[in-house]
């Protein structure tokens, strides 16, 4: 069969080296085919692996595990920050309690002092005596003027911002410290009440109260006191209130006096009966 295939004799024992090589030849050309198509198929998967990692897929086992770590390390950090604003915010709300405590403590203590000393009641009979001083007579007015320079107020410009008088500013001197009173009349369907502010003599707000006068607005019903920042300007006020009470109780005497003066005269009393036991 060789001899035809090649076309010359061979000797026996060359026709089974040639078929061994024959046999070597085809062996190796198989497994050279081999190699090659699974090195392709190693750089196909290769190459599908570094497209899914540029396209966000599943990285590899030692890449997930990593990625892992990183998650749980920021998980950790989050949550120890998250503890600790947790802390700051819950000092933080006690802090801003006990603030408040002492600060409405402190305030009602102010509102209590304003209105035990009679404050409100004072800036009141000040705006509203010199509010109608220029609606009256010259002697009228004169005689206004001299009763409040007994108590140490010297009446001011009062200047009208509406036309019913209900919002008006009225400037004075308290002993000598120039002061003003701005005022404002509200009224509500079940209630009517003044807004008043007393500055001093830097054109601060140092009191700011709302009252609710009688209907005759000679005597407030209810005072309350919104603001009140203590200063100089509060002696003065208590020492004005002082005088105006004793003046006030005075003319209230001799007017007392008056009537037993007549009564003493009407029935022929003796007359220094009643002025020693009076002691005037």
Same mark, same amino acid.
Request: charged residues 30%; without cysteine.
């Given at each position: 069969m060789l001899e035809w295939l090649l076309g010359f004799p061979l000797r026996p024992g060359y026709q089974v080296a040639w078929v061994l090589a024959t046999l070597f030849c085809v062996v190796w050309v198989i497994g050279l085919r081999q190699i090659r198509r699974q090195r392709r198929q190693a750089e196909h998967s290769r190459a599908e692996r570094q497209a899914l990692s540029r396209d966000?897929?599943?990285?590899?086992?030692?890449?997930?595990?990593?990625? $892992?770590?990183?998650? $749980?390390?920021?998980?950790?950090?989050?949550?120890? $920050?998250?503890?600790?604003?947790?802390?700051?915010?819950? *000092?933080? =709300?006690?802090?801003?309690?006990?603030?408040?405590? =002492? @600060?409405?403590?402190?305030?009602?203590?102010? =509102?209590?002092?304003?209105?035990? @000393?009679?404050?409100?009641?004072?800036?009141?009979?000040?705006?509203?005596?010199? =509010?109608?001083?220029?609606?009256?007579s010259a002697q009228a007015q004169q005689a206004d003027r001299e009763w409040h320079r007994l108590v140490g107020i010297e009446p001011g410009p009062v200047l009208v911002l509406d036309a019913a008088s209900s919002h008006c500013v009225v400037d004075f001197e308290c002993f000598g410290r120039a002061m003003r009173i701005t005022g404002r009349t509200f009224k509500l369907s079940r209630a009517v009440f003044d807004e008043l502010s007393l500055f001093d003599d830097q054109e601060q707000p140092v009191l700011t109260a709302r009252v609710v006068p009688d209907p005759q607005r000679l005597n407030i019903v209810e005072a309350t006191v919104s603001s009140h920042r203590p200063g100089p300007w509060v002696d003065l006020l208590v020492e004005s209130r002082l005088l105006m009470d004793e003046r006030r109780e005075t003319l209230l005497l001799h007017s007392q006096y008056r009537d $037993?003066?007549? @009564?003493?005269?009407?029935?022929?009393?003796?007359?220094?009966?009643? *002025?020693?036991?009076?002691?005037?």
């Open positions: 966000g897929v599943e990285p590899t086992d030692e890449a997930s595990l990593e990625a $892992l770590r990183n998650t $749980l390390g920021s998980l950790e950090k989050y949550d120890r $920050l998250q503890g600790s604003l947790r802390e700051r915010l819950q *000092t933080t =709300r006690q802090q801003t309690a006990s603030a408040r405590v =002492r @600060m409405e403590s402190q305030a009602g203590l102010l =509102r209590q002092s304003a209105v035990e @000393m009679r404050l409100p009641h004072t800036v009141h009979e000040i705006f509203e005596s010199l =509010r109608l001083l220029p609606r009256k $037993l003066e007549k @009564m003493r005269d009407d029935f022929g009393l003796d007359a220094n009966l009643f *002025t020693r036991r009076l002691g005037l």
